[in-house]
């Protein structure tokens, strides 16, 4: 059973910059970021496999980094120049198969961590 912990969300004002993190308790091949805002379905941001490779959604590409410290087990998503539309709750998600956007494949999910922003 792989349990998951995120925490760093908090309020910022536009173009401001925070540093989530996930603690997890097994390592997984592929782990990933979504976020979910008010009103709105729940959304990949960013995946990462165990080897490092990344991809991200296309609202992430440029300001947004994940990465992952398997010695730490800490998952992490800096995120830069952040845009009020970026205001949602961040999910780390851990899957055993490849990554993808396809939110079944994630059997194990945080709790999430609620970034606002400011306009």
């Known amino acids: 059973q792989v349990q998951l912990a995120e925490s760093g969300g908090g309020s910022v004002q536009g173009g401001g910059s925070l540093r989530l993190s996930c603690a997890y308790t097994y390592i997984t091949d592929c782990m990933a970021w979504f976020r979910q805002a008010p009103g709105k379905e729940r959304e990949g941001v960013a995946t990462?496999?165990?080897?490092?490779?990344?991809n991200y959604a296309d609202s992430a590409k440029g300001r947004f980094t994940i990465s992952r410290d398997n010695a730490k087990n800490t998952l992490y998503l800096q995120s830069n120049t952040l845009k009020p539309e970026d205001a949602a709750m961040y999910y780390c998600?851990?899957?055993?198969?490849?990554?993808?956007?396809?939110?079944?494949?994630?059997?194990?999910w945080g709790q999430g961590t609620q970034v606002t922003v400011s306009s």
């Open positions: 990462i496999y165990r080897s490092g490779n990344t």
């Open positions: 998600a851990a899957s055993q198969l490849v990554c993808s956007w396809y939110q079944p494949q994630y059997k194990y």
